[in-house]
């Protein structure tokens, strides 16, 4: 279920679909370096306008491109946030994280089932909100 302490929506544009944080994802960008936090509200603010900015990919094991992944990079090192564009009135944020796998370019099991644990609380809150 989603987390209503942390159930942000903003819709500063119009036309545009408004966006969710789910679980801790909101409070989590929070922590990241600037340059960080500007790449990926960049991207997120495309996705709300229906485009698809040059760091994002789709992130595997979701099947096609339902679940998307930010990549921004810093000093510091590698940051992600994935979203999902599945539902037509809101763009989800699952998860932002900072990648520390050494093997290779894997996203840890761990975030994976959070991010797949979060997208369920998502389907779970649109269905909702749809009767």
């Known amino acids: 279920m989603i987390d ?46 229906g485009e698809e900015y040059s760091s994002v990919k789709a992130l595997k094991g979701f099947g096609g ?18 979203y999902t564009v599945r539902f037509q009135d809101a763009i ?3 998860h932002a994280f900072q ?7 894997t996203t840890p099991q761990k975030d994976m089932d959070l991010i797949r644990h979060r997208l369920a609380a998502a389907e779970q809150n649109y269905a909702t909100r749809q009767k």
Request: proline share 3%.
């Open 65 to 82: 491109r339902s679940v998307l992944e930010i990549v921004a990079m810093d000093e510091s090192g590698t940051y992600r946030a994935a």
């Open 4 to 49: 209503q302490q942390y159930t942000y929506t903003y819709s500063y544009i119009s036309k545009g679909r408004p966006l969710k944080w789910v679980g801790s994802a909101r409070r989590d960008l929070r922590a990241f370096p600037v340059g960080v936090r500007r790449h990926i509200g960049q991207a997120l603010f495309a996705a709300q306008r």
């Open 92 to 94: 989800y944020v699952l």
């Open 99 to 105: 990648k520390k796998s050494k093997t290779g370019i």
